[in-house]
């Protein structure tokens, strides 16, 4: 399975930009999808994930500015980025869990996307 994040680039505080990940080599309908984040000089971090059933989870720091959805005709999913802050800035990555119960988050991440960096100016 591969994933390819997109969606990425220079952004001003407040704007709305939307990641997408489309996955291609596997059945995606079957995957728990997740997008987690890396910042500069920082671990990489969960931000929401979806589940099979497209019940959503997030992370305190993203919850009411971020929402994650998937079309599973187009196998992809999307990470919608409201109200960005400086503090976002960081490289977003998609991941899948292909052991997942249908209402569960992700949990055991299976495959990692590349990546595509988010820059938020003030």
């Known amino acids: 399975v591969q994933l390819q994040a997109s969606g990425g680039g220079l952004v001003q505080a407040g704007d709305s930009p939307r990641l997408s990940c489309a996955a291609s080599?596997?059945?995606?309908?079957?995957?728990?999808m997740g997008w987690f984040r890396q910042a500069p000089g920082k671990e990489r971090e969960f931000v929401g994930t979806?589940?099979?059933?497209?019940?959503?989870y997030y992370a305190d720091a993203v919850k009411g500015r971020f929402t994650i959805s998937r079309d599973n005709a187009k196998s992809t999913v999307y990470l919608q980025m409201n109200s960005l802050k400086p503090e976002d800035t960081a490289v977003y990555y998609c991941?899948?869990?292909?052991?997942?119960?249908?209402?569960?988050?992700?949990?055991?991440?299976?495959?990692w996307g590349k990546g595509t960096l988010v820059t938020v100016s003030s």
């Open positions: 080599g596997g059945t995606f309908s079957s995957y728990a």
């Open positions: 991941a899948a869990d292909r052991t997942s119960s249908y209402y569960s988050r992700i949990s055991n991440v299976d495959y």
């Open positions: 979806i589940s099979r059933s497209g019940t959503t």
